[in-house]
């Protein structure tokens, strides 16, 4: 393991300091790439105990006694012996890294603004279905300011020295600071790292002091958001303008022991709930079931983590647990459901995984169903119902008004075939809503603050309960209309104004509004793989006629297309008809599978007449060659 | 499709009368055209089908017990009259020995797939069956081949 013995890292203080004072610069990972053998280590698999002296942004340490005092910095106190620059790369933190593959489509980020009716999936992977936040007008910092609640710092937080020094004063990454990789995220073992406290500080513009917050080693008073955009935070106060204080730190002094060190506790292996800030799912609705009725992924009840199939080394590159995930490591196919549960090869059955025989099941199944398709997820019903998520509602944050009808609308499990392996695999699922322009065949986006004003033209202003609950708009085709011509008519705008929305796209042709289908408005899906049911809950445990039946959600579980806005009926559609593979062959699929108990019966009588009368024959022709043989 | 036992019955010159007859013919013509239309779809729909299950497939499992009924009456209708000789009054040696393999064929067909509907194999058996029933669908062609150019000779030689 690799430690920072704070004793030593005192005694270097001042040549590190000169060393770091240069480099250490905001969003500057490559200043701390250091060579291995420079890191303290213990490689032992006891943890090490992280008695650590706390730095800020500049490399200076920490005294609490100091006036003003600054807030730690994850960057400066954990690099001292992790390399930030290596980590700084991993898949949590790497999305706008343009050398980095996008891999397997996952969950996007949805910018929901209510007014508008938008509800654009944004990802800065090149996922398809998915929109740049540049698209959509988002900066980097604005990107954080709004996704920054469910970020572990980094990636776009954390812009490189370039970027910083041509971002504008309006960008206020001088006066929020950077919001660093926070290491305690994913590595607090305590209980006391609160992420909805930072999730509060990034609200308030609060990036770098943030982590320190969210660990509990300070109280933050103070809100960057209330200072301007020219703000200086290393200059003195000014008296003309005695308001105009950065946020002010005062840390718990119970935290410091004698020698100015604080105990961290931390764990290598992420806890679970640390995961499940960022990474939980909750089914809405009606008949949604109460939490306490859920029994849990069967990994994590067999006592694994998630951390035990979603590995990473230093690098942070974890495995995302997918057959054909290229973008992990060497280990990366080992740590899969194949990998773990078939005996393919000296991973099979490792953590005590059992070999499913899966009896009776038609090896067809394993070509056209991914494992997850009859093992993950709640059980299919025939109404697919909405979910809520961490990423898009917030989740882990405290609100009151969180309702089921929040948008974006999520639903699951929807069985769509995998872009990637062509096999049929339950999917999240979220309809398109934006504003945008058409030209020639592709539509992009437009800039959210275009919208806006063109929405305040064309639409009536939102109620305010109605603002505060977050509700999702239905439009009537003339406000539709009115916005179409209120954004034709601003010059900013190049292009055919359209609405993507209910997955069709709607524009003015020959006065009136038209809809059609199009390939930006399809829904954006990615899997689902948790959690995992055990064995005899999976699908096809209770027969055939779990999926061949008129109750097969597989096929014939409806997906609602969200609401109508006049143009678009309330169709639902069947799982076969967003596969685009044909209902009637699916319903043809049924007799037989009715009747497999007669067709059995049928069979074997026969492959007994058959075998009988051979066996008749046989004996005669044996008993007469017999009888040649003895005269 | 003439359907060649029913040639074959004809082989010694007195061509087979009766329901059971009439029987033994409707049962060789479904299994010749059940027969081909199964390998079509069988080996053809790894070339044509894109959906799980798709019509091909469908149109295979439709079929089969069709097969196996029009089989085992074949060989219910068929056997005694296959069991004699051509001096004791059966067809000749080519046609009973297609007959027969026909039948045999057509049994280790059945048995390579029919325990797979049973929940008492599981993925690596279930496996082998399918490969199984696949080589014996190509033993079972080969012999309803057989089957039909005996029946085609023993038809020629009734007409010179």
Redesign the interface.
Same mark, same amino acid.
């Given at each position: 393991m690799i430690v920072g013995s704070s004793a030593r890292v005192a005694s270097l203080l001042p040549v590190l300091s000169a060393l770091l004072a240069g480099a250490m610069f905001v969003g500057a990972p490559q200043a701390f790439a250091q060579s291995g053998p420079d890191l303290l280590r213990t490689d032992s698999r006891t943890p090490f105990v992280h008695r650590l002296t706390l730095y800020d942004e500049n490399g200076t340490a920490i005294d609490p006694s100091d006036e003003p005092v600054r807030p730690y910095s994850p960057r400066a106190t954990c690099s001292k012996c992790h390399d930030y620059s290596i980590i700084s790369h991993g898949l949590h933190f790497n999305a706008n890294d343009p050398a980095m593959a996008a891999g397997r489509p996952g969950e996007p980020w949805i910018f929901v603004d209510p007014a508008t009716g938008t509800a654009a999936p944004l990802s800065y992977r090149a996922w398809p279905g998915v929109h740049p936040p540049a698209a959509l007008g988002l900066t980097a910092w604005q990107f954080t300011l709004h996704f920054g609640r469910h970020l572990p710092g980094g990636g776009p937080g954390q812009p490189d020295p370039v970027a910083l020094r041509e971002s504008k004063p309006e960008h206020r990454w001088s006066v929020s600071g950077a919001l660093e990789i926070d290491c305690l995220t994913c590595h607090a073992a305590s209980g006391s790292y609160d992420m909805s406290e930072a999730a509060r500080q990034i609200e308030r513009q609060n990036f770098r002091w943030a982590p320190t917050a969210a660990a509990g080693l300070a109280v933050v008073r103070g809100e960057a958001r209330r200072l301007p955009d020219n703000f200086d935070p290393d200059a003195p106060p000014n008296p003309d303008r005695p308001g105009q204080q950065p946020p002010k730190v005062f840390y718990d002094a119970a935290r410091f022991d004698a020698d100015g060190r604080v105990f961290f506790d931390l764990v290598r292996k992420p806890p679970l709930e640390r995961c499940y800030y960022c990474h939980t799912n909750q089914q809405v609705g009606q008949d949604a079931p109460p939490a306490w009725h859920h029994d849990g992924d069967v990994h994590i009840r067999a006592g694994m983590q998630c951390s035990d199939c979603h590995r990473n080394g230093i690098d942070h590159n974890m495995a995302r647990g997918f057959e054909g995930d290229t973008a992990g490591h060497e280990l990366a196919p080992a740590l899969t459901c194949v990998g773990c549960h078939m005996d393919t090869g000296p991973s099979g059955g490792r953590f005590g995984a059992p070999i499913?025989?899966?009896?009776?099941?038609?090896?067809?199944h394993?070509e056209?169903?991914s494992c997850t398709a009859c093992h993950s997820g709640p059980w299919p019903e025939m109404d697919t119902p909405r979910w809520l998520t961490s990423m898009a509602h917030s989740l882990g944050t405290t609100s009151r008004t969180r309702g089921p009808h929040q948008p974006p609308a999520i639903v699951a499990p929807v069985f769509a075939r995998s872009e990637t392996s062509g096999k049929?695999e339950p999917h999240k699922q979220t309809w398109p809503a934006y504003w945008g322009v058409k030209s020639g065949e592709g539509v992009s986006p437009l800039p959210i603050e275009v919208v806006r004003k063109a929405a305040k033209k064309a639409l009536p202003p939102v109620a305010a309960k109605e603002a505060e609950r977050d509700v999702e708009r239905a439009f009537t085709d003339e406000q539709i209309l009115a916005m179409l011509d209120a954004l034709a008519a601003d010059k900013s705008v190049s292009g055919t104004p359209v609405y993507i929305r209910y997955g069709r796209l709607h524009e003015k042709l020959d006065g009136g509004l038209h809809s059609s289908e199009h390939a930006a408005a399809v829904p954006y899906r990615w899997s689902l793989a948790h959690d995992v049911r055990p064995a005899r809950q999976a699908l096809g445990a209770r027969g055939c006629g779990d999926c061949h039946s008129e109750q097969g959600a597989i096929y014939f579980g409806r997906v609602v297309v969200d609401t109508p806005v006049g143009v678009a009926g309330p169709q639902p559609l069947t799982m076969v008809a967003l596969r685009g593979?044909?209902e009637r062959?699916a319903r043809? /699929?049924i007799f037989?599978f009715e009747n497999?108990t007669a067709?059995?019966f049928?069979?074997?009588?026969?492959?007994m007449?058959?075998?009988a009368?051979?066996w008749?024959?046989l004996a005669?022709?044996l008993r007469a060659w017999l009888g040649r043989i003895a005269r | 499709m003439t359907a060649p036992s029913a040639t074959s019955a004809t082989a010694t010159g007195r061509p087979a009368r009766g329901a059971a007859a009439s029987g033994y013919r409707f049962c060789a013509a479904v299994v010749v055209l059940c027969a081909l239309a199964n390998a079509a779809t069988g080996f053809g729909r790894s070339f044509v089908d894109r959906?799980?299950? =798709? /019509?091909m497939?469908?149109a295979h $499992?439709?079929l089969a017990?069709l097969l196996?009924?029009a089989?085992?009456g074949l !060989?219910?209708l068929g !056997?005694g009259r296959h !069991?004699r000789t051509k001096a004791e009054g059966g067809p000749p040696a080519l046609c009973r020995f297609a007959y /027969?393999f026909v039948? $045999?064929a =057509?049994?280790a067909l059945?048995?390579a797939i029919?325990p797979?509907?049973?929940?008492?194999?599981?993925?690596s058996a279930?496996?082998l069956m $399918?490969e199984l029933h696949e080589k014996a669908g190509i033993v079972f062609l080969v012999a309803i081949g057989l089957w039909i150019l005996a029946g085609i000779r023993a038809g020629r030689s009734t007409r010179t």
């Open positions: 499913p025989e899966h009896y009776g099941l038609p090896p067809v394993f056209r169903l049929i593979d044909s062959l043809s /699929w037989p497999r067709f059995k049928v069979g074997f009588a026969c492959v007449i058959l075998a009368t051979l008749v024959h005669a022709a | 959906e799980s299950g =798709g /019509w497939l469908l $499992v439709y017990p196996m009924i089989l085992t !060989a219910v !056997a !069991a /027969w039948l $045999v =057509g049994l059945m048995l029919l797979a509907m049973l929940p008492f194999f599981g993925y279930l496996s $399918v």
